[in-house]
């Protein structure tokens, strides 16, 4: 699966944003996904994952209530709706495929180059 996240910019605290994710190769309804993100000097984490059917969403504490994950298999898009964005949600952020869904790194094979969202105070 080749992974293509889209989206990101600046944006002022307050601001919503939506990044996109766009699937191709192998059957993307194969797949749960998963969105990451990571700050300069910080370690990748977690932000939301949705089931391959999209019956199961999950989110990280810091993200529930502003965010939302979803995607649409018959356009092999997965979607991250951010709003309330803070000056902290800035970071790369990474789209990922994989058979287990989970909020860890190993859960996912494929991974996307990551698109960049800036939050300004």
């Known amino acids: 699966v080749q992974l293509q996240a889209s989206g990101g910019g600046l944006v002022q605290a307050g601001g919503s944003l939506r990044l996109s994710c766009a699937a191709s190769?192998?059957?993307?309804?194969?797949?749960?996904m998963g969105w990451f993100r990571q700050a300069p000097g910080k370690e990748r984490e977690f932000v939301a994952a949705?089931?391959?059917?999209?019956?199961?969403?999950y989110y990280a504490d810091s993200v529930k209530g502003r965010f939302t994950v979803s995607r649409d298999n018959a356009k092999n898009t997965v979607y991250l709706q951010m709003n309330s964005l803070k000056p902290e949600d800035t970071a790369v952020y990474y789209c990922?495929?994989?058979?287990?869904?989970?909020?860890?790194?190993?859960?996912?094979?494929?991974w996307g180059q990551g698109t960049l969202v800036t939050v300004s105070s």
């Open positions: 949705i089931s391959w059917s999209g019956d199961n969403t």
């Open positions: 990922a495929a994989g058979s287990i869904i989970g909020a860890s790194i190993s859960s996912y094979v494929y």
């Open positions: 190769g192998r059957t993307f309804n194969n797949y749960n």
